[in-house]
């Protein structure tokens, strides 16, 4: 019986945790090809986790006017047609309108003046197809064609949707009629008009996400479409995963006579004023000389390597203890090359365990409290000093993805830094409408590596490469 070969394409770091680091590829039966472009560091981590038979670096990719050009025609007038099919104009807040050096302001000018005349679907697909068509003559898509002819995979399998590379590759497999898979990597992503590359089956959270495919992406067929939940949250399940409680406060220098509020950072650009926001947390606590009580755990978003908060963690040194997440980065500190330990993995289950409500911005934490019931609060006001002045709370909790929360009960919104106390320190649980939402977007996680790696084996058996 020929075995199974299943080319694993990693264009970035993200999706280790979720792919590698968890059950999707424990005692398979086939083997393994990683294409990637990490460095040496990164696949000793990733090999002491899954049993990796080959590592091929994926060929330098350069992209050629003409493909940038459409790619981004082709995006904006998604996200317009996007925008007409939700009614919801935070959708345009996904295009970068403010570009800095003359040549990149006059390229995207005219991509902004065309790409009204676009959002029509039967363009769309039109330029999809113009776009397939310049992508083959990259001579990236010839180097790429060499590989897959020499490893011949059964199935080429893509840990997120959003990469420039893969598109080219799922052409290539295309062509050699090598059946190809890849996952919708988070529940934000679809309105967003990122879905870089053309699959054989689309693996999603949810019904909720394959409802959203289907509207976006009408062309899909829903057979193509499968619902496998994400391995992001199987960890949760796993009593292993949490640290013994003497050995988690000792090393993070927290006091176990104290209630942990857990303040997660978003990146920069999602939210700019997270150190505001951790600031009011702090004085209100001390103002309401509340600190014997409570202490602040701060986990920053992981890509986070601003130091943004070292000034605060300084001044509040008794109050805020930094628990930093335990991620990897190579010299350049690239978004493609940043990846978490396996150790990070029980660092924010035991943080979700040990906490007892997470406090942030809109950000996907709340699902990871709640599989262990911790209520999650939303800051839902303004700074009078913003770091960014365009920003606004109120365009995050209007982004498409928010509109699937069963009502507003589903989090505690804290709509003013004067409501801090009264509200973070009263709800113990999270909320019955919390719970729904969960449901409704995570689905069934709990067998969400089986399920994968199902789909996996199923596309494989569709394979004619010789």
């Known amino acids: 019986m020929k075995k199974d070969k299943v080319l694993l ?9 979720n792919y590698l680091y968890s059950n999707v590829f424990k005692n398979f039966h086939g083997d393994l090809i990683l294409f990637h472009n990490f460095d040496s560091e990164t696949i000793k981590a990733i090999e002491e986790n899954t049993s990796i038979n080959e590592d091929i670096v994926i060929p330098n990719y350069k992209e050629s006017v003409k493909e ?16 007409s099919k939700v ?56 180097e790429v064609k060499d590989i897959l002819e020499e490893v011949k995979p059964s199935v080429v399998f893509c840990s997120h949707q959003r990469a420039l590379k893969a598109a080219t590759i799922f052409s290539v497999a295309a062509d050699l009629n090598i059946q190809t898979a890849t996952v919708i990597y988070s529940w934000d992503n679809l309105p967003k008009a990122r879905l870089a590359l053309r699959a054989d089956d689309y693996l999603v959270w949810s019904d909720y996400m394959k409802k959203e ?9 829903l057979e193509q479409i499968h619902i496998t939940g994400t391995p992001q949250f199987e960890c949760y399940s796993d009593s292993d995963n949490i640290i013994d409680k003497e050995v988690f406060y000792k090393k993070y220098n927290l006091d176990p006579n104290k209630k942990i509020i857990c303040f997660s950072g978003d990146d920069t650009k999602t939210s700019p004023d997270d150190p505001s926001y951790l600031n009011d947390i702090a004085e209100e606590i001390t ?28 001044q509040y040194k008794d109050l805020i203890k930094e628990v930093a997440p335990l991620w990897y980065f190579t010299v350049s500190k690239e978004w493609n090359v940043v990846y978490p330990s396996v150790e990070d993995v029980k660092l924010l289950v035991s943080t979700a365990f040990y906490s007892d409500i997470v406090v942030n911005v809109g950000s996907t934490m709340g699902f990871d409290f709640a599989m262990f019931n911790k209520p999650c609060a939303f800051i839902n006001y303004d700074q009078d000093n913003k770091t960014v002045n365009d920003w606004s709370v109120k365009t995050v909790y209007n982004y498409q993805h928010f509109k699937s929360m069963p009502d507003s009960d589903a989090v505690i919104w804290l709509n003013s830094k004067e409501e801090t106390v009264s509200k973070i320190t009263f709800q113990k649980k999270c909320s019955t409408s919390m719970l729904k ?12 590596s089986e399920k994968v790696q199902n789909v996996i084996k199923e596309s494989s058996k569709c394979t004619s490469v010789s």
């Open 9 to 17: 394409l990693f264009p970035d770091g993200v999706g280790i945790r």
């Open 68 to 83: 940038k050009f459409l790619r981004e025609l082709i995006c904006l007038s998604r996200l317009y047609y996007n925008d």
């Open 87 to 142: 009614n919801n104009p935070t959708l345009l807040s996904n295009w970068n309108w403010n570009q800095n050096s003359f040549s990149k302001k006059i390229f995207y000018k005219i991509i902004e003046i065309l790409a009204p005349y676009f959002k029509s679907y039967h363009r769309i697909l039109k330029l999809e197809k113009k776009y397939q068509q310049a992508i083959r003559k990259n001579k990236f898509y010839k």
């Open 213 to 221: 495919l289907n509207l976006y992406y009408p062309e899909i067929k």
């Open 287 to 314: 103002k309401a000389n509340l600190q014997n009580e409570y202490q602040i755990l701060l986990r920053r978003c992981p890509v986070d390597l601003s130091g943004r908060f070292d000034e605060l963690l300084n």
């Open 437 to 448: 939402w969960k449901d409704l977007v995570l689905e069934d996680y709990e067998n969400s």
